[in-house]
Each structure stands twice: as C-alpha cells, then as structure tokens.
C-alpha cells in the first residue's frame, strides 16, 4: 500500500483529498504546513506527497526544493488555485525538484485519483 502526505492548509480540502484517496486503498496523512509535513516525512517515508503550493509559513515551493535536497526520490504533485501553473517555465523549474504532476484547483475526483496513479507508476510529467 502506497503512503501518501498531503499538505494543505485548507482542511476541507486535505480531508476530502484524505477521504478519497484512503477509499483508493492508499494509507494517507495530512500536513496543514511544511513544518508538519517535514516531521511525517521524516518518520513516515511517503511514497508521494501533495504539496499546495500556498501553505502558512514556509511556501510550498521552499518545501519542495528542501525536500528535493533531504529525499530526491520523493515523487510531488503540486496542487494550487491561485498560481498559473501552466506556464513552461514553472513546468519547467517544478520538474526539477521532483514533481512529477500538477494538479490545479479545482480538481475533480477522478482527475484527483488519476494524477496519485500516474505519479506512483511514474508515468505524469509535470
């Protein structure tokens, strides 16, 4: 079973996204800032992280390229509704460090289960 960290600072979204994904038989926990999510990371190995890229504190981008650095093997989706993340240069930068899928808000179910598929099995390009 494939360990998921989501981190979201919006809980309605990180417990849809939770409900979800656990129903998809995937363990998942979730992180409201990078300081928590740094913490699981470090004591849970996720297999894939969902890191929104506004979060209180350290910005989601900072905690990517910090996680890039601590476990480069780490597979990231990006979520956002408020940055345009479909500007190649951004595609370009977010490749990178790791991510390996974009999702942007709002995102359906289905679009939400196909894009934790396609970045487990490694075939999503950001």
Same mark, same amino acid.
């Given at each position: 079973?494939?360990?998921? /960290?989501?981190?979201?600072?919006?809980?309605?979204?990180?417990?849809?996204?939770?409900?979800?994904?656990?129903?998809?038989?995937?363990?998942?926990?979730?992180?409201?800032?990078?300081?928590?999510?740094?913490? +699981?990371?470090?004591?849970?190995?996720?297999?894939?992280?969902?890191?929104?890229?506004?979060?209180?504190? *350290?910005?989601?981008?900072? +905690?990517? +390229?910090?996680?890039?650095?601590?476990?480069?093997? /780490?597979?990231?989706?990006?979520?956002?509704?408020?940055?345009?993340?479909?500007?190649?240069?951004?595609?370009? +930068?977010?490749? *990178?460090?790791?991510?390996?899928?974009?999702?942007?808000?709002?995102?359906?179910?289905?679009?939400?289960?196909?894009?934790?598929?396609?970045?487990?099995?490694?075939?999503?390009?950001?």
């Amino acid at each position: 079973m494939a360990k998921i /960290l989501v981190v979201e600072d919006d809980e309605s979204v990180s417990e849809l996204v939770k409900s979800v994904l656990e129903l998809e038989g995937y363990s998942v926990q979730t992180a409201p800032n990078a300081d928590i999510a740094k913490k +699981l990371i470090k004591e849970t190995t996720p297999d894939l992280a969902m890191i929104d890229i506004i979060l209180p504190g *350290q910005g989601g981008m900072d +905690l990517i +390229l910090e996680l890039h650095t601590i476990r480069p093997q /780490l597979g990231i989706v990006i979520t956002s509704g408020k940055i345009d993340m479909t500007k190649s240069t951004f595609k370009v +930068l977010a490749h *990178q460090f790791g991510v390996v899928s974009i999702l942007p808000k709002p995102f359906t179910v289905e679009e939400l289960i196909t894009t934790v598929k396609e970045a487990l099995a490694g075939t999503s390009p950001a």
